[in-house]
């Protein structure tokens, strides 16, 4: 039977970055995968990580800037990018910040996210 999921439960972060978690191990209980809508500022960052997930990330407004052992991919509105679990990453945003959707295969843990320590 299809379920309806009315409100997504926010998740709390640093950095002015909003996380609604649609599906995920928040507000559905799913480890297989999650869904979360997300809005990060101007001039956001986040640490590097290298994901045990697989993650796309479809952009809606404004950019999303994806560090990664090759360079730098800039991914705008309308366009999307996958991941691959074990990728060393970064997301940031420019000066007119992000909103996009991320899926992650399985679903998004902080504990699997593997976040690097500030200044590492």
């Not at 709390?12 to 995968?33: C, F, L, M, Q, Y």
């Not at 697989?54 to 705008?76: F, N």
Request: net charge negative; with cysteine.
């Amino acid at each position: 039977m299809p379920e309806l999921i009315a409100t997504p439960t926010t998740i709390p972060v640093p950095g002015g970055k909003i996380i609604d978690e649609h599906v995920g191990r928040v507000n559905t209980g799913s480890e297989a995968v999650s869904v979360a809508h997300m809005k990060a500022p101007a001039d956001w960052t986040e640490p590097f990580q290298a994901p045990e997930f697989d993650e796309i990330t479809l952009v809606i407004a404004g950019s999303v800037l994806l560090d990664h052992d090759g360079g730098q991919l800039r991914v705008e509105a309308g366009q999307s990018v996958i991941t691959r679990a074990g990728e060393r990453i970064r997301y940031s945003t420019g000066s007119a910040g992000a909103e996009y959707v991320a899926v992650c295969l399985p679903a998004f843990s902080p504990d699997t996210v593997n976040r690097e320590e500030e200044g590492a």
